[in-house]
């Protein structure tokens, strides 16, 4: 089939590689990022433009949101009305914007998160930073261009003296970048840009001397170090940490309770309480009590703690780390630079780009104002000529047919003068009036000539800009900063124990390897009666306390930690420890102990295998566990002992029952490994080892239910270096082939 003369073949990846780019170049340029000399979007500048057309001054009546909407989507952003709608919203949030754009009446949400009214039923006009950042539009200080429809104008960039794009900030999400801009004060931003006047060279440190960091309309605590804060404006990327301003409120009786006054930036209180009580309902914050929000139109969050025991320290870290009480807010200075291109500034090449446009703007002001000046003095020394002629120009208007061009040759007037001379009233041609214009000659004449200098001299444009620079900061002088800067440390690692309520234990795990714990230090007769499902009986048991951690061994080398408080209660079967753990199908438990990073513990396989580790080297993070012992094919684990204190030898024996006392010293300490050899064996494997202490001797249970112990303190015949077959072991030593 041939294409016909509206088709053309292209290959599908170059077509599909060109409209993508085109979409991600309108959605970088006419959507996302901020202008660097406005801090606006196109929406936003839509948005007030047509606010301004409006007449919706901050000395006028409010309108419906609804008129500004529709005259935004019908003139200038052919877009949703919602999302126009919600623009203009955030534009009047004083919890969203540092300095507000939108003087909103009605609903426009609040920090709870809810939602504003529909545009219908709120009203809106601009306020006095709107009409600040909008200044001097109609006196030739930008440029404009043609709305979508060609029907109307709009101006490329606002011309105001005022630095939105740092004292609002800007955050947006185009295709393949995005920016994130805090806002700050804008008497810092002010003292940063004279600076920057009087020294252009000075690099980003010496701004921190004005600007010591984000100012956020919600407060808080910034608790960064100069250096972090100095490191992200000076590359334009970064992030800031931000903590609620949080105080310990004393209570009669020697009570306490921890009063939330500020939130970040960007958190919705809402949500956020509603964390706090998901912390409580979960136990997942042991020490905190109860969450109460009693707000009004000042944030209010009162958290009561557990006890008054409870050391306010801990708790405050605890929530700094558990919840939205300690933020990251983001830097990412990309903006739109003045011939619409994105990229990553400093701070102190976003203040030199605005100082730099104001600059252009000051000079097309005066330019303009000159142009206008020159008009005015043409039609003036027209004026003058009529005066100093009357007779003979009312003669000439009286008596000729055509007065224009009479009048113009025979007083070398221009075009423009002459016909002004013509449209004067009668009343015009009184003396007091030739006084006048006079008087307003020499009065625009002089001006024309400041101008002239200003515009031909760039040390009388800073001092110009500086200036005026010093009567918006004048505006904004009982403006306080918001957000303190208190420098501290990230929050510290918790010790979880601590949040525990600490109470003893008896942790039992079946011979199917069910487990549950109960209450107090419960004796073996008790636990001997307790109910077992069908077939299972008792197999591991020991006391501990809830806040302990719980070290289980598994035959196939691998350890894992439990929390004392998360096993589940006695008073039923409890439940599969597989549950808690991803222990394997065909591995089992053989011991369970609390773990305690000091302790030394001995390791031995099933081939006679062993070493030493330490309590800290089982501690295991996640339920996976961790490897312990590098297992042989075939081998098992088969003891995980502790080693007492004063323990200086080892006993190992086979199940051929010949046992081997060597020195402790000979086995390595390990953190993962799979040892050396303890015992050699001509047939089986190891049956049972121990360390303990020569002086002591060997101890073990007599059989039945009499309770004697026997003890062989001469150990002589069976001891030899490590490795050795060892010797039968003593007379009546178990049949069982165990130390215990």
Known sequence: MQPTESEIEVPFDAALSERYLVYALSTITARSLPDVRDGLKPVHR????????????????????????????????????????????????????????????????????????????????????????????????????????????????????????????????????????????????????????????????????????????????????????????????????????????????????????????????????????????????????????????????????????????????????????????????????????????????????????????????????????????????????????????????????????????????????????????LRSLRRLEEMEIGKERAKLAKEREELARLVESPARQRTRLKRDLAAVREAYAGDERRTLLVESGPARELDWSQMIEKEPITVILSQRGWIRAMKGHVALAEIAELKWREGDGPHLHFHAQTTDKLLLMADNGRVYTLGGDKLPGGRGFGEPVRLTIDLEAEAEIIATMVARPEMRLLVATSDGRGFVTSGEATLAETRKGKQLVNLRPGAKVVVLKPVPGAADAVAAIGENRKMLVFRIDELPELGRGSGVQLQRYRDGGLSDAMAFAMADGISWPLGGDSGRVRSETDLTPWRAIRGASGRIAPNGFPRSNRFS
């Not at 949101?65 to 052919?78: N, S, T």
């Not at 209570?251 to 919705?268: A, F, M, N, R, T």
């Not at 006890?307 to 780390?321: G, H, I, K, Q």
């Open 46 to 425: 839509r948005l007030l433009w047509a606010m301004r057309l409006l007449k919706l001054d901050p000395a006028s009546a409010y309108k419906k949101c609804a008129r500004v909407v529709g005259d935004v989507i019908g003139k200038y952003h052919p877009h949703g009305d919602q999302s126009v709608y919600d623009a203009m919203v955030r534009l009047a949030q004083d919890f969203a914007l540092r300095y507000p754009l939108v003087d909103g009446q009605g609903n426009f949400g609040n920090i709870d998160g809810d939602n504003a009214a529909a545009y219908r039923y709120t009203e809106a006009r601009l306020t006095a930073t709107a009409a600040r950042l909008m200044a001097g539009l109609d006196e030739g200080t930008v440029d404009y261009r043609a709305t979508y429809n060609g029907e109307d104008e709009e101006p490329e960039v606002f011309p105001g003296l005022f630095p939105n794009l740092l004292a609002n900030g800007s955050s947006g999400i185009a295709v393949g970048m995005a920016t994130s801009i805090p806002p700050h004060h804008v008497g810092e931003l002010i003292e940063a840009a004279s600076h920057l006047i009087d020294n252009p060279g000075a690099d980003d440190r010496d701004l921190m001397d004005f600007v010591q960091g984000p100012d956020f309309p919600t407060g808080g605590v910034l608790v960064d170090g100069r250096e972090a804060i100095a490191l992200a404006y000076r590359t334009g990327r970064g992030s800031f940490r931000l903590r609620a301003k949080i105080s310990v409120e004393r209570e009669k009786g020697g009570g306490w309770h921890l009063l939330v006054s500020e939130i970040p930036y960007g958190v919705q209180k809402g949500k956020l309480i509603e964390a706090i009580a998901g912390l409580i309902g979960d136990k997942k914050l042991p020490i905190l009590a109860d969450v109460r929000d009693e707000s009004d139109a000042a944030v209010r969050i009162v958290l009561e703690p557990r006890s008054r025991t409870v050391d306010p320290e801990l708790l405050m870290e605890s929530l700094f780390r558990m919840s939205e009480l300690e933020v990251r807010f983001p830097l990412n200075l990309n903006v739109l630079d003045k011939h619409r291109t994105p990229g990553v500034m400093s701070l102190r090449q976003v203040l030199l780009a605005w100082l730099e446009f104001q600059i252009e703007v000051l000079l097309r002001r005066s330019t303009t104002r000159i142009g206008k000046i020159d008009d005015r003095l043409e039609l003036l020394d027209g004026f003058l000529v009529a005066f100093l002629n009357l007779d003979r120009v009312i003669e000439i208007i009286r008596t000729e047919d055509e007065a224009k061009a009479v009048m113009i040759a025979e007083f070398a007037l221009t075009d423009r003068q002459a016909e002004a001379i013509l449209n004067m009233r």
